[in-house]
């Protein structure tokens, strides 16, 4: 699991694999997370074959950062 830290609220770019060694997806390169949401400080991305989470394996903070409508 990633030790990253996460500001709440905020959106970053990141980077993540998925780490269910029965999914299709697993081996394969990094999925692309463009502006991901840290929520309470603890972002969440789910895998969209096996439905299981999936390891973030690198993220920075958007600057600036977008805005919400």
Same mark, same amino acid.
């Given at each position: 699991?990633?030790?990253? !830290? ?7 770019? !990141? ?13 394969? *390169? *990094? ?10 400080? !603890? *972002? ?14 690198? !993220? ?5 950062? *977008?805005?919400?409508?």
């Amino acid at each position: 699991m990633s030790d990253l !830290a996460f500001e709440p609220g905020k959106f970053y770019d !990141a980077v993540a694999q998925c780490i269910t060694e029965t999914c299709e997806n697993y081996g394969k *390169p *990094p999925f692309d997370v463009p502006e991901l949401y840290s929520n309470a400080g !603890a *972002p969440v991305i789910q895998c969209g074959l096996c439905q299981q989470s999936m390891e973030i394996v690198s !993220a920075i903070l958007l600057d600036p950062q *977008p805005e919400m409508a």
